[in-house]
């Protein structure tokens, strides 16, 4: 039975969702959210669900909810509506057409519809308009920061991570870099409550390692770096173990790519001690990856496997909710492209390419940019290993996949791949793909 409407004196925001906390029965908010969480996993969905957002519905903060929070609730409710479970309709709750954000009561979706959105303003409107749209404004004087700000900083880093993941880094690290000062600006206005600072900090960190990912995803490595140090030194300013472990792993993966393979060693190794305490099997399992890649940019192959081996055993032991938000990129598909990138390294052309086409096979595909590096890799393989006309054929498929993905990376792969390919024009694949890539 859904929620009664609100009276014309009572803001609905405000009204209690009695139906939803009748569907949470005796679970805490916590393991509710986790029930939330492990559905979502189950369908293959992303959210980041925790008990805060389930006190926000149920005293009727939240009116209504995204939509992949929707599809995921009716997943764990079938046969019930939104109404069913206590929400307002869409329609009613969204606001005003055309007049910009939605109210504070509608939880923001991670959606196509809402991405398109949010890109447009991200693309075009500059680094303020970017702030703007995710609710990240500069600090106000004399103010200090408490929950709302915490939550727009976090809501930040999510909505950019969506972003990256469907339109790729280039049209966005620019205009990244002003909700960046933003939140240091708040965490340096000071807050009153310890967990409030903790969250600022936390969220900082975290949107310093987004943007880091940014300029690193379009080439600007020493920028990246920067970015990955600031993150690094605000885990060790709060404590944080947690978002250690997350910079290193980013910056064992910089690099890497920046041809300093024991210092991707070094930084990976950093990052599965200071991941010791989290008790994520997945976050070992990745750290041990980036470890790999330094190994295999060494020439090593019997520590490459040794890696590959620990990286394969602590994946096979499945997901938890210790693993971090940030890791929902991190399933078969990235181990098996990860994979492919350090047989491709030590120069293992098929192998690389029977791990990459499998990445690609097993990519979700809210992941447009992964898809797209997967498949740019996988030609460059084939290319490499003797394949001219298969390789032609995906590097054709990146083609496409370029015109909604914007990443300097993946275009500097696919520049080499035509390059390797050129003495192979006389067939007709290549002279194709060799025609579409020069224009």
């Known amino acids: 039975m859904a929620s009664p409407p609100a009276s014309s004196g009572v803001p609905a925001a405000r ?49 209504c909810p995204n939509y992949a929070y929707e599809r995921v609730f009716r997943h764990m409710f079938p046969g019930r509506s939104l109404g069913d479970m206590g929400f307002s309709p869409r329609e009613t709750v969204r606001g005003r057409k055309g007049r910009g954000a939605p109210p504070p009561e509608y939880e923001p979706a991670d959606t196509d519809e809402e991405s398109d959105v949010l890109r447009r303003a991200f693309m075009t409107g500059g680094p303020a308009a970017m702030a703007a749209s995710l609710g990240l404004g500069p600090a106000r004087p004399h103010h200090r920061p408490g929950e709302s700000e915490a939550a727009a900083v976090e809501e930040a880093v999510r909505r950019i991570r969506v972003l990256d993941d469907r339109h790729g880094a280039d049209g966005l690290y620019r205009r990244a870099a002003q909700p960046l000062r933003n939140a240091y600006a708040l965490l340096d206005a000071g807050t009153r409550r310890q967990s409030t600072a903790d969250r600022l900090h936390a969220g900082a960190g975290e949107l310093a390692i987004s943007v880091g990912w940014l300029a690193h995803d379009s080439g600007r490595l020493a920028d990246a770096r920067s970015h990955y140090a600031e993150a690094l030194a605000t885990s060790r300013v709060a404590g944080d173990p947690a978002l250690e472990a997350h910079a290193f792993c980013n910056s064992a993966f910089l690099a890497r790519d920046a041809g300093r393979p024991r210092e991707a060693i070094r930084a990976a190794q950093a990052g599965q001690r200071a991941a010791a305490p989290l ?63 350090c047989w491709s390294a030590l120069g293992q052309w098929k192998r690389a390419a029977d791990h990459a086409r499998r990445a690609v096979a097993l990519q979700n595909p809210h992941f447009a ?58 067939t007709a694949p290549v002279a194709a793909f060799l025609d579409r890539h020069g224009r």
């Open 279 to 341: 008790s994520s099997h997945r976050l070992q399992s990745l750290l041990a990856l980036r470890e790999a890649g330094g190994w295999a940019g060494l020439g090593d192959r019997r520590s490459c496997e040794a890696s590959l081996l620990r990286a394969h055993s602590f994946f096979g032991r499945g997901t938890s909710d210790a693993d971090p938000e940030w890791m929902s990129f991190y399933g078969e598909a990235e181990l098996e492209g990860l994979e492919a990138q």
């Open 15 to 63: 009204r209690p969702n009695t139906a939803f906390r009748h569907l949470r029965g005796p679970l805490s908010p916590g393991e509710f959210a986790a029930a939330v969480r492990r559905a979502a996993r189950d369908i293959g969905e992303q959210v980041s669900c925790d008990a805060r957002y389930i006190g926000r519905v149920e005293s009727g903060e939240i009116r």
């Open 369 to 426: 940019r992964n898809t797209a590096l997967f498949t740019a890799e996988l030609a460059g393989n084939l290319a490499r290993g003797g394949a001219p006309e298969e390789a032609a054929h995906a590097g054709q498929r990146v083609l496409a996949l370029l015109e909604q993905v914007q990443s300097s990376r993946i275009r500097a792969i696919l520049d080499s791949t035509a390059q390797v390919l050129r003495p192979h024009a006389h």
